[in-house]
């Protein structure tokens, strides 16, 4: 389905930044394609040097059985110190104040020796100390398959004119979005699957977005789920991922800790990492529960909580409009379609099963709660559902859950 970015069609600020943008992160260096001939020698050095800033020293380093290495960093020299907004922040354990309806169980607590509602093959052979946080270790092959070092992990803003699909690359959406107040937080639990993704610079993700901001440059995100993306993890398997942007999606923001600006607390839970079991068609249901809410009381930063963990948070200072409240809140799944020999590709979303479907097959968001300009937790009152295609992946809403999803190509969706 074609979209034009100036299209006067009623979708949400968000769904239609990002339908105008994608990801500039090149496929892999494949076959014999050397990368020495892409890369100059001023190229490798500038590789290095951001993996050095992005690989901060180790306390302890895991090696994780699906290959990557976790590397338990000290949380005092977290790559979020290097914002320059952020230099002589003081780290907050926990927040100072919580929304009305908010149940806080001190088990729950980072500080607790408790284990996480959310295992990660890394935990098979270790676990991070007390006064670190866990980070999956970047590799050289990370930055040159991203094309430059300043690419790695960013959303790439382009002026296009006219249809994202001439470029050859189309975003599709199944979501419910809830406008119309001002929002200080939202929860969401959200079903695991492993869709399949069909070509490597596809991505399938399921997730929740927060946003403010009308224009095309003061967009503010901050964003948060699971996704499938070989292209910049090298592999097809199911990862979890935080991702901001203060400036729609230009020049600040990335996934997880790739670039200064989220602070993290919890050391169980790592971004990028994997995450295992998946939900079973027709089987064993498998969730992973995430929280945001705004310390009004406090700095004002946006927390995170993480299967009923305090993960960390994004600091007030490093938004503009999103520094008071956000104005939507969305979920649901997003893929790309590349249109390979002129088709709808079959990457998935979600199950890969269509939301009629229902229980045990389909995929769902539940125990879908905002935090309205009270303050309070409640369900989505103002929903609405935005489906790109729903020949090839759909929603069906309820009051606070809903089923989403679909094949990509079918006898319906060419």
Same mark, same amino acid.
Request: charged content about 20%; hydrophobic content about 30%.
């Given at each position: 389905?074609?979209l034009?970015?100036?299209?006067?069609r009623?979708?949400?600020r968000v769904v239609?930044?990002?339908?105008?943008?994608?990801f500039?992160?090149?496929m892999?260096?494949?076959?014999?394609r050397n %990368?020495? %001939?892409?890369?100059?020698?001023k190229?490798k050095?500038e590789v290095?040097q951001q993996l050095?800033r992005?690989?901060?020293?180790?306390?302890?380093?895991?090696?994780s059985?699906?290959g990557?290495?976790i590397?338990c960093?000290d949380?005092?020299?977290?790559?979020?110190f290097?914002?320059?907004?952020?230099?002589?922040h003081?780290i907050?354990?926990r927040?100072?104040?919580?929304?009305?309806?908010f149940?806080?169980?001190e088990?729950n607590d980072?500080?607790s020796?408790?284990?996480?509602?959310?295992t990660?093959p890394w935990?098979?052979?270790?676990r991070c100390?007390?006064?670190?946080?866990?980070?999956?270790?970047t590799k050289?092959e990370?930055?040159?398959r991203?094309g430059?070092?300043?690419?790695y992990?960013?959303?790439?803003?382009?002026?296009?004119?006219?249809?994202?699909d001439?470029l050859?690359?189309s975003?599709?959406?199944?979501?419910?979005?809830?406008?119309g107040?001002k929002y200080?937080?939202?929860?969401?639990?959200?079903?695991?699957?492993?869709p399949?993704?069909q070509?490597t610079?596809?991505?399938?993700v399921?997730q929740?977005w927060m946003a403010?901001?009308?224009?095309?440059?003061d967009?503010d995100t901050i964003?948060?789920g699971?996704?499938?993306?070989?292209?910049l993890y090298?592999?097809?398997q199911?990862r979890?991922?935080?991702f901001?942007?203060?400036?729609s999606?230009?020049?600040t923001?990335?996934y997880n800790?790739?670039?200064p600006?989220f602070?993290?607390?919890?050391?169980?839970?790592?971004?990028?990492?994997t995450v295992?079991?998946?939900?079973?068609?027709?089987g064993?249901?498998r969730?992973?529960?995430?929280y945001v809410?705004?310390?009004?009381k406090g700095?004002g930063?946006?927390w995170?909580k993480?299967?009923q963990?305090?993960?960390?948070?994004?600091?007030?200072s490093?938004?503009?409009?999103l520094?008071?409240?956000?104005s939507?809140?969305?979920?649901?799944?997003?893929v790309?379609n590349v249109?390979?020999?002129?088709q709808?590709t079959?990457?998935q979303?979600g199950?890969?099963?269509?939301?009629?479907e229902g229980?045990?097959?389909?995929?769902y968001?539940d125990?879908?709660?905002?935090?309205?300009?009270?303050n309070v937790?409640?369900?989505?009152?103002?929903g609405?559902?935005?489906v790109?295609?729903p020949?090839c992946?759909?929603?069906?809403?309820?009051e606070?859950?809903?089923?989403?999803?679909g094949?990509?190509?079918?006898?319906?969706c060419q």
């Amino acid at each position: 389905m074609a979209l034009p970015c100036g299209s006067g069609r009623r979708w949400s600020r968000v769904v239609k930044m990002t339908f105008c943008l994608f990801f500039l992160i090149p496929m892999s260096s494949v076959g014999n394609r050397n %990368t020495n %001939t892409i890369f100059n020698k001023k190229q490798k050095l500038e590789v290095q040097q951001q993996l050095k800033r992005l690989n901060k020293p180790a306390v302890k380093s895991i090696e994780s059985p699906d290959g990557d290495i976790i590397d338990c960093v000290d949380i005092n020299k977290q790559p979020a110190f290097d914002h320059p907004l952020l230099k002589n922040h003081t780290i907050q354990m926990r927040p100072s104040s919580y929304p009305e309806g908010f149940s806080f169980d001190e088990s729950n607590d980072v500080s607790s020796n408790s284990k996480p509602k959310l295992t990660q093959p890394w935990h098979l052979n270790g676990r991070c100390p007390e006064g670190t946080i866990p980070i999956r270790r970047t590799k050289e092959e990370d930055l040159l398959r991203a094309g430059s070092a300043a690419n790695y992990g960013r959303k790439k803003h382009h002026s296009i004119a006219g249809d994202v699909d001439n470029l050859g690359i189309s975003h599709e959406y199944a979501v419910l979005i809830e406008e119309g107040d001002k929002y200080y937080g939202m929860k969401a639990n959200l079903n695991v699957w492993n869709p399949h993704t069909q070509e490597t610079n596809e991505f399938s993700v399921s997730q929740f977005w927060m946003a403010a901001g009308e224009t095309d440059n003061d967009l503010d995100t901050i964003e948060a789920g699971i996704t499938v993306y070989e292209d910049l993890y090298h592999d097809y398997q199911t990862r979890l991922f935080t991702f901001w942007t203060d400036d729609s999606y230009r020049t600040t923001g990335c996934y997880n800790l790739d670039c200064p600006g989220f602070v993290q607390v919890d050391n169980q839970i790592a971004t990028g990492a994997t995450v295992t079991p998946y939900s079973t068609y027709d089987g064993t249901q498998r969730t992973v529960e995430f929280y945001v809410y705004k310390d009004i009381k406090g700095n004002g930063d946006w927390w995170l909580k993480i299967a009923q963990r305090n993960f960390g948070y994004w600091p007030s200072s490093i938004f503009s409009v999103l520094s008071d409240s956000a104005s939507t809140v969305e979920w649901g799944g997003e893929v790309t379609n590349v249109k390979k020999d002129g088709q709808h590709t079959t990457t998935q979303m979600g199950s890969g099963h269509f939301p009629e479907e229902g229980p045990g097959k389909a995929s769902y968001f539940d125990t879908l709660n905002v935090i309205d300009s009270k303050n309070v937790l409640r369900p989505p009152w103002n929903g609405r559902t935005m489906v790109t295609d729903p020949n090839c992946y759909n929603i069906i809403a309820h009051e606070d859950y809903f089923y989403y999803g679909g094949p990509g190509r079918n006898p319906n969706c060419q």
